[in-house]
C-alpha cells in the first residue's frame, strides 16, 4: 500500500493539475502525449487494490467465470456484456468481481464502505469527505448503493477511458448538486476534501489557502462570460487546451 506522502510527491493535491504551473513538456522541450495506463499505475488505484486483495488466489477454479451470478442478491450483467461496456478483459473481470464479491455479499456498496477504504489507504489525512463526494460520483441514480456494473464502468472510465471522457467524470465529480454547473464553492470543497485527506503530507508542503488559490486560478481561466459558474463545455475546451491539465490526467489513478 502506498503512503499518502509517496503518492502526493507526484501530483499537486488536484484532479487535474495547476493551470498556472508551467507544463513539464514546456521545460523539457518534449511534445506531451496522452499518458499510457501501465499495469503498475492500475494497480495504485486504491479502489483496485482495495478490490483484489479480496480476490480469490489466481489459481482458483475458473469455472464461475459468468460471476457465479446465483450466489448474489442483486445479480450483475454477464461477463461479455460488461467486457463491451469497459475496457477490462474477462480475466479482470472475473479478478474485479471475486473481490467485490467478497467484500461486498450483498451486491451493492454502500458510502461507509467508501469511507472505510479510503481512511485505510490515507491513515494521516481525513478521507470521509473526499470518500464522501467520490461515491457520488459512482452512485450515478442517486440511490445510496454502487452495483458492481457501475462500479466497474467507473473504473474502466477513470483507468483506461480517453482524455475526454475522465474530463467528463471530473465534471460530474465537481458538479456536487448536479445542476450541470461548477460553482467555484463546489470546486473549492472538492479540492478541500482531497488537500484535508492527503494535502498535508505533499511534498512541498502545501499552504493553507492552496486549495482556494487554485480554484481562483482555475476559474479565471474556466468561467469565460463570467457569470460566476463553469458549464461542461467551458470546462472540456479550457481544460483540453491546456497542456498541463491533460498531463496531469495520468495522475487520477492517485486520488481514485
Not at 93 to 102: A, C, E, M, T, V
Not at 138 to 166: M, Q, W
Amino acid at each position: 500500500m502506498q503512503r499518502a506522502e509517496e503518492v502526493m510527491k507526484v501530483s499537486d493535491g488536484s484532479l487535474l493539475g495547476d493551470p498556472g504551473r508551467t507544463p513539464l513538456s514546456k521545460k523539457e522541450g518534449v511534445k506531451w502525449q496522452r499518458p499510457r495506463l501501465t499495469r503498475q499505475a492500475l494497480m495504485r488505484c486504491c479502489l483496485v487494490k482495495w478490490i483484489l486483495s479480496s480476490a480469490a488466489p489466481q489459481g482458483s477454479d475458473s469455472s464461475d467465470s459468468e460471476l457465479e451470478l446465483s450466489t448474489v442478491r442483486h445479480q450483475p450483467e454477464g461477463l461479455d456484456q460488461l467486457q463491451a461496456q469497459t475496457k477490462f478483459t474477462k480475466k479482470e473481470l472475473q479478478s474485479l468481481y471475486r473481490g467485490f464479491k467478497n467484500e461486498c455479499p450483498t451486491g451493492l456498496v454502500d458510502e461507509d464502505t467508501f469511507k472505510l477504504i479510503y481512511s485505510q489507504f490515507f491513515p494521516q489525512g481525513d478521507a470521509t469527505t473526499y470518500a464522501h463526494f467520490l461515491f457520488n460520483a459512482f452512485d450515478a441514480d442517486g440511490n445510496g448503493a454502487i452495483r458492481f456494473e457501475d462500479f466497474v464502468v467507473g473504473l474502466s472510465i477513470l483507468l483506461r477511458g480517453t482524455v475526454h471522457e475522465k474530463l467528463k467524470w471530473a465534471f460530474n465529480l465537481y458538479d456536487i448538486n448536479k445542476d450541470g454547473y461548477i460553482t467555484k464553492e463546489e470546486m473549492l470543497a472538492i479540492m478541500k476534501s482531497i488537500y484535508d485527506m492527503m494535502g498535508r503530507h505533499t511534498y512541498p508542503i502545501l499552504r493553507e489557502d492552496a486549495p482556494l488559490e487554485h480554484v481562483e486560478r482555475f476559474f479565471q481561466k474556466m468561467d469565460r462570460n463570467q457569470d460566476g459558474v463553469v458549464t461542461i463545455d467551458e470546462f472540456l475546451e479550457t481544460c483540453q487546451k491546456d497542456e498541463n491539465i491533460m498531463s496531469s490526467m495520468q495522475l487520477f489513478e492517485n486520488v481514485i
